[in-house]
């Protein structure tokens, strides 16, 4: 989806406002809408205008008429009739277009405002809740667009024809209609506030069961380990019964609607043909049976088009809390800004942290606290120290997914702040203690996101991660799928994708964290392999537990409560008898 587009999505979407929103959305494509809304009039026709006929044929039966003229009115009910058939396929085309083509653009908004969003908005939000708003949401729009539109469509044209050749046949009838449409809204009105609530309620009780399911699959390795699969099963359960019961709380509203407005209608369409006949046996207005069989069957139309509507509530509060649901997340300030900063043609690598400070949302004390360290190009840094003491939040502040709250962060001379992180990031690559492959073949992962990349170049790249010879033994080569997340590959293999991955984007910057610590010891030797190969000649970033992995560091900072205790190398560092000391022999075995 392009930018245009994205900002036009964004434009038309008011959150408290679903009902704007959606018909912004309809209107992005009026030359269709157009085409559709007038096929739908003309297929519509013989709905309100087969009364007529009846009633004109009625009238000639009871006044002893020609049959020249009973045979026109059918011809004509013919041609009206069949024109139905091809004006519907028209409507279905275009209309279905247009439902198809807006549910298409609100997932691409969707897929691009989530890929803006900072790393500490996906951090709060469940990967589950996000799947079930980009799936479950726009859904529920397309079928309400779907079921709605056409009797909301069908009952105003039929209001308007019946309207009309009543007030040219039977004028004096007309205030009897006037009950109709006043009644049907003030039942809407009364129903609405509480349809609206126990959507919403539904809606929150829904994402939060994905976001249990969701944490229920990734911990199920956890659970069987330990025996916990009846505790798994019971936490999943106990949110189920919220979905149930606010489901059935929900079904049992639905189902008042439905009886109240089914009634409501009913009666009214029986009072409408006892009122007219009573009129045209009484003398007190001059109405013929035809007419009389017109106003009953106008009246019934009407009624039968409020009572579906008013049945159709559900269908449609969930599609509009569906939008309020999209719009969460379309209207979310919590964006990583780089529109109109500079784009980066190319870097070297040099990195300066200049009194950074960083702190997470809620906590008491910094992460990273009033940190200066100057790494040039090319020089490969380690971070060590216990869990907790700023590793990894150094990684996330060079990457810009999180930002200082003090101090800057330079590459090459330049402020991070000013620049657009997009066009930084492609040259740096990442190595995480768990790599992540996405469902397909290997060459897919490995050439993920470039377009020119040629066979050679692959071939290089898993040469160098030492990924060659397992690749090969496979039955298809690097054309075999991987699986869900690499499923079908072993940690060390998958691990090596992950350095062919990096290798073949030719980084500036490299940020390795924890990426052996997963590994047995063949695998381990083998990555670290490829690594040593990865890490030549770039500026490489290094989160290690194990202390023997960085010992050819540059350059090793040791941390603790997110402040720098000592730097230097292994050699200087072992010397002085400080805490990378103790660390090392902790390790080591050489202390109680």
């Not at 038309?12 to 209107?27: E, F, K, N």
């Not at 992005?28 to 297929?43: E, Q, T, Y």
């Not at 997932?107 to 589950?128: C, E, F, K, M």
């Not at 040791?558 to 103790?582: K, N, T």
């Amino acid at each position: 989806m392009g930018e245009k587009a994205l900002t036009g999505t964004l434009r038309v979407i008011d959150g408290p406002r679903p009902v704007r929103s959606v018909l912004r959305l309809l209107r992005r494509r009026p030359g269709r809408l157009a085409v559709a809304i007038s096929a739908f009039v003309m297929k519509d026709i013989p709905l309100w205008f087969l009364p007529v006929v009846t009633a004109r044929i009625i009238d000639l039966v009871s006044d002893d008429g020609s049959t020249t003229e009973v045979l026109v009115w059918f011809g004509i009910a013919a041609v009206l009739v069949v024109q139905n058939y091809p004006m519907n396929v028209v409507y279905t085309r275009n209309f279905m277009t247009v439902v198809r083509d807006t549910g298409a653009d609100l997932r691409n908004a969707l897929t691009d405002r989530l890929q803006s969003l900072t790393i500490g908005y996906h951090t709060r939000v469940s990967a589950s809740i996000v799947q079930t708003k980009v799936v479950r949401d726009v859904e529920n729009i397309e079928i309400m667009l779907q079921q709605v539109t056409q009797p909301l469509l069908s009952s105003v044209i039929v209001l308007i024809g019946a309207t009309s050749m009543t007030a040219i046949a039977v004028p004096w009838f007309l205030p009897v209609y006037a009950l109709v449409v006043p009644i049907a809204l003030l039942l809407r009105w009364a129903l609405a506030k509480r349809s609206r609530t126990r959507n919403e309620t539904f809606r929150r009780e829904v994402e939060s069961f994905a976001a249990r399911v969701g944490e229920m699959a990734s911990l199920i390795p956890v659970t069987r380990a330990h025996g916990l699969e009846r505790t798994a099963a019971t936490r999943v359960a106990h949110q189920a019964d919220g979905v149930r019961r606010a489901g059935l709380s929900l079904d049992v509203l639905n189902g008042h609607v439905s009886a109240l407005s089914w009634v409501t209608m009913q009666m009214l369409g029986l009072s409408c043909l006892v009122l007219a006949a009573l009129f045209a046996l009484s003398g007190i207005l001059p109405i013929t049976p035809g007419e009389v069989v017109l106003l009953s069957t106008y009246f019934t139309l009407l009624t039968q088009g409020l009572t579906q509507l008013l049945v159709l509530i559900p269908v449609a509060a969930r599609g509009l809390e569906s939008m309020r649901s999209i719009s969460e997340v379309l209207q979310e300030p919590d964006l990583e800004q780089n529109e109109g900063k500079r784009h980066v043609d190319s870097i070297t690598g040099h990195l300066l942290l200049d009194h950074v400070s960083h702190r997470y949302a809620d906590a008491e004390r910094d992460a990273i606290h009033d940190v200066t360290l100057d790494i040039p190009a090319g020089r490969t840094v380690a971070f060590v120290g216990s869990s907790g003491s700023g590793k990894s939040t150094m990684l996330n502040l060079v990457l810009g997914f999180v930002r200082p709250i003090s101090g800057r962060i330079l590459i090459d001379g330049h402020d991070m702040q000013d620049l657009d992180l997009r066009t930084v990031r492609q040259w740096i690559s990442v190595v995480p203690q768990e790599s992540v492959l996405f469902e397909g073949s290997i060459r897919e992962n490995i050439a993920y996101g470039l377009d020119d990349v040629d066979d050679d170049r692959l071939r290089a790249a898993l040469h160098d991660a030492n990924a060659t010879e397992f690749v090969d033994r496979l039955p298809e080569g690097w054309h075999t799928l991987v699986g869900e997340r690499g499923a079908r590959l072993s940690g060390g293999q998958r691990q090596r994708l992950a350095i062919a991955r990096a290798l073949v984007r030719d980084p500036r910057i490299l940020l390795l964290d924890e990426a052996t610590s997963a590994l047995d010891p063949e695998s381990e030797e083998l990555v670290k392999k490829a690594l040593d190969r990865l890490m030549e000649g770039r500026t490489t970033l290094v989160v290690a537990h194990r202390l023997s992995t960085i010992r050819r560091a540059d350059d090793i900072v040791v941390l603790e409560q997110g402040e720098i205790v000592e730097q230097g190398s292994h050699r200087d560092l072992l010397a002085r008898s400080g805490r990378y000391a103790y660390l090392h022999s902790t390790q080591a075995g050489t202390t109680d």
